[in-house]
């Protein structure tokens, strides 16, 4: 059984930044960020591909979040830079055993999820 291990989360202000890690129990394939606000269907914020280190990131990150994966690939991050209001959310790290690229952005694609960790950007 895989397991998954967030931590990062927290209250910011907007403009500021946080980091999110998670830890997997072995290696997986894909990873990435997925955040879902409430009365909102989950959504991928970023993925990121074994080998190659190819990454996927959401329309609204806007070149504000970058996704990074250790060499062993089992510790993933994401950090948020320029956070907004709209950014709040329960984030979630997935991991997949076997990895579609061309799907890899849709969260129904992940077989092993962590617990989530909050996100909130308030003034």
């Known amino acids: 059984q895989v397991q998954i291990a967030e931590s990062g989360g927290g209250s910011v202000q907007p403009g500021e930044s946080l980091t999110l890690s998670c830890t997997v129990s072995?290696?997986?394939?894909?990873m990435g960020w997925f955040r879902q606000a409430p009365g909102k269907e989950r959504e991928m914020v970023a993925v990121?591909?074994?080998?190659?280190?190819?990454?996927q990131y959401g329309s609204f990150v806007q070149d504000r979040f970058t996704i990074s994966r250790d060499i062993v690939g089992r510790t993933l991050a994401l950090q948020m830079n320029n956070l907004k209001p709209e950014d709040t959310a329960m984030y979630y790290c997935a991991a997949n055993g076997a990895c579609v690229w061309a799907s890899a952005f849709k969260y129904q694609s992940y077989d092993y999820w962590g617990q989530g960790t909050q996100v909130t950007v308030s003034s």
């Open positions: 990121i591909r074994p080998g190659d280190g190819a990454t």
């Open positions: 072995t290696y997986t394939a894909c």
